[in-house]
């Protein structure tokens, strides 16, 4: 009884976090599903009638990233749960799971680091991360307070929050599959890689697999990146001729065999979007754009908008660059932010389809990366206050701020959807 109560108080904040972010996220859905040029008014009475109509094929051809449609329609179909409240609640399960992970991450992190961070400590910056928003102020010319600036928590679209807890896993996943890989020292940080890789391997093959399922904007940007740290590693061995160079070929194989279902999975995405299913019916294909065409269309101020959208995690790569350099983890999110720029900078679609932005959606997978290690990273360094001078506390009570005023922007960002 004892182990028990003591139990409890640790686990109330996460449970009574998770209710909230979960109440929040359903209701927002639910103001938006109303609207008639919302995501989810399109995803809701135009995609998903195609899968409940029985033309599976033909549904699938519309919008080959399900995932989200077929769980609302199972919801809706075995609990006989209303359509809208279905989708509503799929949404918040997925904005749930991705809190859940980065609490889960916060802890591991703090055992592995070992440092101790209680469980209120973990849940408000876990909840805090669901809820961030860019810093808005309407008198900039940046656009509006998502557009322009774009976030990683798009709560008006339901397949980029279905990817969200996907993106943290993998994420997860391969900073440790890589630590081992490079040293057989390596004690995981998430996951227990120290007791052999080969299960490891098939748990991201499977999740990257779920993720394109979801939403493929997140594999198009992770797969590129990972290979990019791995080619230049293997190249550097080479160069230097440090012997390691056939090692490294072998791990390149081994994370390419991980990707090779999601590849194929985008490769038939691809054909069926553009090709079979003609993209919604419109003749629209993948183009090569002008630098930062696409983005141009949403914002005035394109270096103002991403200072202003990734202000927390700039100030801490500007207090601890050295972190984002050398740590794998860092070196990881920075890439991935990097070829999600690079794909929003020159990616778009023809025709009409070129003012969706579909291309902007892998940019905002890698600002959730550089979030996430942003705050891992801060978490430690506050929790070491000790060995540090009084400047660098000043600079670390500076980002928590950032942090808090990201947070705040989070909330009235909210509360605009929810007053619609």
């Not at 008006?156 to 969200?164: F, K, L």
Request: net charge neutral; hydrophobic share 50%; proline share 3%.
């Amino acid at each position: 009884m004892k182990s028990n109560s003591g139990k409890q108080p640790q686990d109330l904040p996460i449970i009574l976090s998770g209710i909230l972010l979960g109440v929040l996220v359903y209701y927002i859905v639910m103001e938006e599903i109303p609207l008639s040029l919302s995501d989810y008014h399109g995803h809701l009475y135009v995609y998903l009638p195609l899968f409940h109509s029985g033309s599976w094929l033909e549904a699938w051809k519309t919008t080959p990233y399900c995932l989200w449609h077929i769980l609302v329609l199972l919801l809706n179909s075995l609990l006989h749960v209303p359509l809208e409240a279905s989708a509503a609640f799929i949404s918040s399960v997925f904005h749930v799971f991705s809190y859940l992970a980065t609490y889960w991450m916060i802890q591991r992190y703090a055992a592995s680091r070992h440092f101790e961070i209680s469980s209120v400590e973990a849940a408000a910056a876990a909840f805090g991360l669901s809820v961030v928003q860019g810093l808005y102020f309407d008198w900039l010319d940046i656009s509006g307070a998502f557009l322009g600036i774009f976030s990683i928590n798009a709560l008006h679209n339901p397949t980029q929050t279905a990817v969200r807890a996907f993106v943290l896993l993998c994420f997860c996943l391969v900073c440790d599959i890589r630590g081992r890989q490079k040293d057989k020292q390596y004690h995981g940080i998430f996951f227990s890689v120290e007791k052999g890789l080969k299960k490891y391997y098939v748990l991201l093959a499977v999740l990257l697999l779920l993720s394109t399922l979801a939403k493929p904007v997140f594999a198009e940007m992770f797969i590129p990146a990972v290979g990019l740290i791995m080619l230049f590693e293997w190249l550097d061995s080479i160069f230097k001729k440090d012997g390691l160079a056939a090692v490294r070929f072998r791990h390149c194989l081994h994370m390419l065999l991980c990707a090779l279902p999601s590849l194929a999975c985008i490769l038939l995405q691809f054909i069926v979007y553009y090709i079979w299913g003609r993209s919604y019916g419109e003749a629209s294909s993948v183009i090569v754009t002008d630098f930062l065409e696409v983005w141009s269309l949403f914002s005035e101020n394109i270096i103002l908008s991403i200072v202003l959208g990734m202000a927390f995690p700039l100030f801490m790569l500007l207090i601890d660059g050295s972190f984002f350099m050398k740590n794998d983890m860092g070196k990881l999110s920075l890439t991935g932010y990097g070829v999600g720029f690079l794909e929003a900078a020159f990616l778009g679609e023809s025709g009409e389809k070129l003012s969706h932005g579909n291309f902007l959606w892998p940019m905002m997978c890698g600002m959730l990366l550089v979030w996430v290690t942003a705050l891992l990273r801060l978490i430690e360094l506050s929790k070491k206050q000790d060995s540090i001078s009084t400047s660098k506390r000043i600079l670390l009570d500076t980002a928590w701020v950032l942090f808090c005023f990201h947070v705040l922007f989070g909330f009235l960002y909210t509360n605009s959807l929810l007053s619609k």
